[in-house]
């Protein structure tokens, strides 16, 4: 793309967000129920559009309104907008992000669980808080590696959050929460496969500057991304915390392993707009004629133990 295209590009998002943003606000202030929950949804998609992101999803995702804590590695600040694209959901986020000009505006308006790094003992808040939310029925985000990488390999989780979960269960909640594994990949640009000198346009980690690789990424074309959601995880009242961390690793490193060498998705793809696959539109195979592969990818309601072999 052309440094005038580029400009262009730049410029229309920038008025796409003042035309939006007043009624992301005021849907956060005053509305209720659906509105309310779909106008980030409507927000991120129309960043998609403009950014040129290409979203894909295969694997189990919740059902609608179904509550889970979702365990993500973690790429780019693009991550929000995909991620915020593709159904209601919510992120737990560093404190210091809540006073960033704008984008501390515009995680409020997603709702974001703010922690405090420095403060060991906000862990258990933050905890109480995400366990609230997710007894009433909230899709929270954490990216549990702490920080972003270059998308072509997986740091470490953490599994202190992961106690909200098991949090949730407790007193009158659920019997058990989903906790969801989640492995998002930008596998190419331009139709063509994403190189490694390429991935600082795209991955924005370690001491990168902010303006440069903002740069280079409106200067490119087209990006493809896929989001993998794994096999669900039940956690329970007595569950561990740290074998459900260590299943949900296991499960995002094999599905990052699978983008980044360039093998296929398993099971059925279908675009970042819809919730599920369709028969419809081709996306899920008709009733009959689903290939084990498929059968075995779509069954979400089986959750993992953390106690089992798996």
Known sequence: MSRLGAYGRLALCAVAFLVIVGPHLLSLRFGRGRIAAWMPVLFHRVF??????????????????????????????????VLGSLRPLSFVAKSEIAGWPVIGTLARLQRTVFIDRARRAD?????????????????????????????TRLLPFRSSLVGAARAAVAGEGPARIRLQPLAITYPRRNGLPLVRKERPDVAWYGDMELAPHLAAFFDGGPIDIHVVWGAPIAVEAGTDRKRATA????????ALQRGVTGRPPLGPVWPGHRMRPDVEDGTLPE?????????????????????SDC
């Open 123 to 151: 862990t258990a808040n933050v905890n109480a808080t995400v366990a609230q939310r997710l007894a009433r029925g909230d899709l929270i985000v954490l990216f549990a590696e702490g920080t972003t990488g270059d998308g």
């Open 287 to 307: 009733r009959g004629i689903a290939t084990p592969q498929a059968n075995r990818a779509m069954r979400g309601a089986e959750m993992l133990s953390p106690e």
């Open 247 to 254: 299943l949900a690793e296991a499960s995002v490193r094999a």
């Open 48 to 81: 998609v559009a403009l950014f040129g992101l290409r979203v894909t999803q295969s694997g189990t995702p919740p059902e609608a309104g179904e509550p889970a804590l979702v365990l993500s590695n973690h790429v780019s600040w693009l991550d929000i907008i």
